[in-house]
T-cell receptor, first 111, second 110 residues
Framework: SQTIHQWPATLVQPVGSPLSLECTVE??????LYWYRQAAGRGLQLLFY??????ISSEVPQNLSASRPQDRQFILSSKKLLLSDSGFYLC??????????FGPGTRLTVT | GQNIDQPTEMTATEGAIVQINCTYQ??????LFWYQQHAGEAPTFLSY????GLEEKGRFSSFLSRSKGYSYLLLKELQMKDSASYLC???????????FGTGTRLQVFP
């Protein structure tokens, strides 16, 4: 069966510091991968998605970036965090255009 | 434009039935999803509708009317553990991406 991992689970970072969140998927090949952010009381906002290694589409202009160095690895990064980057970050995978399955999430607080 | 509307909050009693509505407007439609999200946790997939009609899965059912841009999630025999947010999401066929509503927070009381 497929499983999706995210780490860390929680993170507190000062403004201006770098960020690296990692997501890995097991039990499937060539999945579509997604990064979402969920701010308090708001819906899920798609940040990036990837249909293959090195193929990244950005949805929202911001100070975040994503990379997919391996088939089942998706990384979300920032060089300098802003207060507005605080939120619940969720990685998800899907097979082609079917339902998406979410990882456990990373709760980021920027202070 | 793209828009998904759901009620913000609902309350219900243990053992009862509750219906959570979702209306949508997208440039293209290729399926509607319902997710359950407990506080502080990730969303979990509940159901998928792409054709009109009712899909039943145990205590949960989901209905879709494409002509009306409308769906509902029906929860029967409510249990305390059903207290959660329920997210409606539509796949836009022009972009193949999921557009999520802000979710309906359901509180089940004994």
């Amino acid at each position: 069966s497929q499983t999706i991992h995210q780490w860390p689970a929680t993170l507190v970072q000062p403004v201006g510091s770098p960020l690296s969140l990692e997501c890995t998927v097991e039990g499937t090949s060539n999945p579509n991968l997604y990064w979402y952010r969920q701010a308090a009381g708001r819906g899920l906002q798609l940040l990036f998605y990837s249909v293959g290694i090195g193929q990244i589409s950005s949805e929202v202009p911001q100070n975040l970036s994503a990379s997919r160095p391996q088939d089942r690895q998706f990384i979300l990064s920032s060089k300098k965090l802003l207060l507005s980057d605080s939120g619940f970050y969720l990685c998800a995978w899907s097979e082609e255009s079917y339902e998406q399955y979410f990882g456990p999430g990373t709760r980021l607080t920027v202070t | 434009g793209q828009n998904i509307d759901q009620p913000t909050e609902m309350t219900a009693t243990e053992g009862a039935i509750v219906q959570i509505n979702c209306t949508y407007q997208t440039s293209g439609f290729n399926g509607l999803f319902w997710y359950q999200q407990h506080a502080g946790e990730a969303p979990t997939f509940l159901s998928y509708n792409v054709l009109d009609g009712l899909e039943e899965k145990g205590r949960f059912s989901s209905f879709l009317s494409r002509s009306k841009g409308y769906s509902y999630l029906l929860l029967k025999e409510l249990q305390m553990k059903d207290s959660a947010s329920y997210l409606c999401a539509v796949r836009d066929s022009s972009t193949d991406k999921l557009i999520f509503g802000t979710g309906t927070r359901l509180q089940v009381f004994p």
